[in-house]
């Protein structure tokens, strides 16, 4: 597995350097970028952005936007929590230097543009807390350097697909509190750099992949409220060592509670109730000194459910 990961890590950058080379865009490419899409904002309350992002003063001055000094180019782009009404302009995917964009925390609405993908440096990325609707990765899964992807509390809807696993680099996927349906595709198993996968608050079905619990950097598994059915692979931890958190309430899961568990040593918080979970409380949940918070209610549990220390 650390083989693949290293394989698709150097065609990565490959494909990035390539990229890069064929830019012909300055300055004055992002700044017309920039007023393209504060025009397509149809309320901004404060006028933060209609007073600040004035196309007399230079761009790297404006509010919200960080400049490279070796580019002189605009590497971030920071309007979270400015009541910004108003869809994102295509012309986002100009702003060819960008590392860093975060939106989120406004009321914006429409799809993502797919002009996104051009977005070759692109880091990080949050819309989290916003109105946006469509599919949800098909410009994403483009960017090859994407690590952190906060897509939570949006309309974000159809299925997960599978080219997610093009995304190699990705550390962080937050896609809590959409509309997101169908399976989990296994190739989420492949993101190999995975530290926090939160899919809490959708819709999604099936059983869950084995292939997620074989990330071995993963701390966080969040999958409450879906419609996720099935048994857990017998041997869940045996490739999780730094797991820290594993949510999976409100489910339809169901067999017995796999006494591997117990091989999870730094788990933290494990969260089973509202399952069909059937069976005793396994004692080798007692390995677990970790564990602060453990939650068993809501299942169909037989004989004694006291776990000694
Ligand atoms: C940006 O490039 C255009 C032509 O592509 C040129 O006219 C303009 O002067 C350049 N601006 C800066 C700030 O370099
Ligand atoms: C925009 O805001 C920045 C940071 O608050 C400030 O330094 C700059 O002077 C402002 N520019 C204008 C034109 O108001
Ligand atoms: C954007 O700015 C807000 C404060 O307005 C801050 O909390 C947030 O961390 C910033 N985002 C990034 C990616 O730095
Ligand atoms: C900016 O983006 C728009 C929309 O994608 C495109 O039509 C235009 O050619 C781009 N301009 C530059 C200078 O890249
Ligand atoms: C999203 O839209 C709904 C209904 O139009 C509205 O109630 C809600 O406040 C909006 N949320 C955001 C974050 O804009
Ligand atoms: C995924 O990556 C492969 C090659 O690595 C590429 O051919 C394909 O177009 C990508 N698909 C999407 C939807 O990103
Ligand atoms: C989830 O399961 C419930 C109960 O079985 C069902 O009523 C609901 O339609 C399902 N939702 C989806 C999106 O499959
Ligand atoms: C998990 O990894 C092991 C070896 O590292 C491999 O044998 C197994 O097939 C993998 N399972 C899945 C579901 O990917
Ligand atoms: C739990 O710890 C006991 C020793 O206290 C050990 O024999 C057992 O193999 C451990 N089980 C797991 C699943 O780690
Ligand atoms: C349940 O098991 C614990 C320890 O394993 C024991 O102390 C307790 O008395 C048992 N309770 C019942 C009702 O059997």
Redesign the pocket.
């Given at each position: 597995m650390g083989r693949t990961c290293n394989l698709l890590f150097s065609l990565a950058v490959f494909i990035t350097l390539y990229h890069h080379t064929s830019s012909l865009a300055n300055i004055s490419t992002d700044k017309s970028a920039l007023l393209t899409l504060r025009s397509h904002l149809s309320f901004d309350p404060n006028n933060i952005l209609a007073r600040n992002w004035s196309s007399s003063s230079p761009v790297c001055s404006w509010i919200g936007i960080t400049c490279s000094s070796r580019h002189h180019r605009v590497t971030a782009l920071n309007i979270s929590s400015m009541q910004l009404?108003g869809t994102i302009s295509p012309y986002l995917g100009n702003l060819s230097f960008l590392v860093s964009l975060d939106i989120s925390?406004?009321?914006?609405?429409g799809d993502l543009p797919v002009e996104l993908a051009r977005l070759q440096r692109l880091k990080f990325i949050s819309v989290r807390?916003?109105?946006f609707t469509g599919a949800i990765l098909s410009s994403l899964s483009l960017l090859p350097n994407l690590r952190f992807a906060y897509l939570s509390?949006?309309?974000f809807s159809g299925e997960i697909p599978s080219f997610i696993s093009n995304i190699t680099k990705m550390e962080v996927l937050s896609m809590q509190s959409n509309f997101l349906e169908g399976e989990i595709p296994r190739e989420l198993g492949d993101l190999c750099y995975l530290t926090f996968l939160d899919l809490q608050f959708n819709e999604l079905s099936g059983s869950i992949p084995a292939s997620i619990f074989n990330i071995t950097t993963m701390e966080n598994i969040g999958l409450t409220y879906n419609n996720l059915t099935g048994q857990l692979p017998t041997t869940i931890c045996d490739h999780l060592p730094n797991l820290k958190g594993l949510y999976l309430s409100k489910n339809y899961l169901g067999g017995v509670i796999p006494p591997n568990l117990g091989k999870c040593r730094k788990l933290q918080v494990l969260s089973l109730n509202y399952n069909e979970f059937t069976g005793t409380v396994p004692r080798e949940l007692a390995n677990l000194t970790a564990l602060t918070k453990l939650y068993i209610g809501g299942l169909h549990l037989e004989g004694n459910t006291t776990i000694s220390y």
């Amino acid at each position: 597995m650390g083989r693949t990961c290293n394989l698709l890590f150097s065609l990565a950058v490959f494909i990035t350097l390539y990229h890069h080379t064929s830019s012909l865009a300055n300055i004055s490419t992002d700044k017309s970028a920039l007023l393209t899409l504060r025009s397509h904002l149809s309320f901004d309350p404060n006028n933060i952005l209609a007073r600040n992002w004035s196309s007399s003063s230079p761009v790297c001055s404006w509010i919200g936007i960080t400049c490279s000094s070796r580019h002189h180019r605009v590497t971030a782009l920071n309007i979270s929590s400015m009541q910004l009404h108003g869809t994102i302009s295509p012309y986002l995917g100009n702003l060819s230097f960008l590392v860093s964009l975060d939106i989120s925390y406004n009321a914006l609405y429409g799809d993502l543009p797919v002009e996104l993908a051009r977005l070759q440096r692109l880091k990080f990325i949050s819309v989290r807390n916003n109105n946006f609707t469509g599919a949800i990765l098909s410009s994403l899964s483009l960017l090859p350097n994407l690590r952190f992807a906060y897509l939570s509390m949006n309309q974000f809807s159809g299925e997960i697909p599978s080219f997610i696993s093009n995304i190699t680099k990705m550390e962080v996927l937050s896609m809590q509190s959409n509309f997101l349906e169908g399976e989990i595709p296994r190739e989420l198993g492949d993101l190999c750099y995975l530290t926090f996968l939160d899919l809490q608050f959708n819709e999604l079905s099936g059983s869950i992949p084995a292939s997620i619990f074989n990330i071995t950097t993963m701390e966080n598994i969040g999958l409450t409220y879906n419609n996720l059915t099935g048994q857990l692979p017998t041997t869940i931890c045996d490739h999780l060592p730094n797991l820290k958190g594993l949510y999976l309430s409100k489910n339809y899961l169901g067999g017995v509670i796999p006494p591997n568990l117990g091989k999870c040593r730094k788990l933290q918080v494990l969260s089973l109730n509202y399952n069909e979970f059937t069976g005793t409380v396994p004692r080798e949940l007692a390995n677990l000194t970790a564990l602060t918070k453990l939650y068993i209610g809501g299942l169909h549990l037989e004989g004694n459910t006291t776990i000694s220390y």
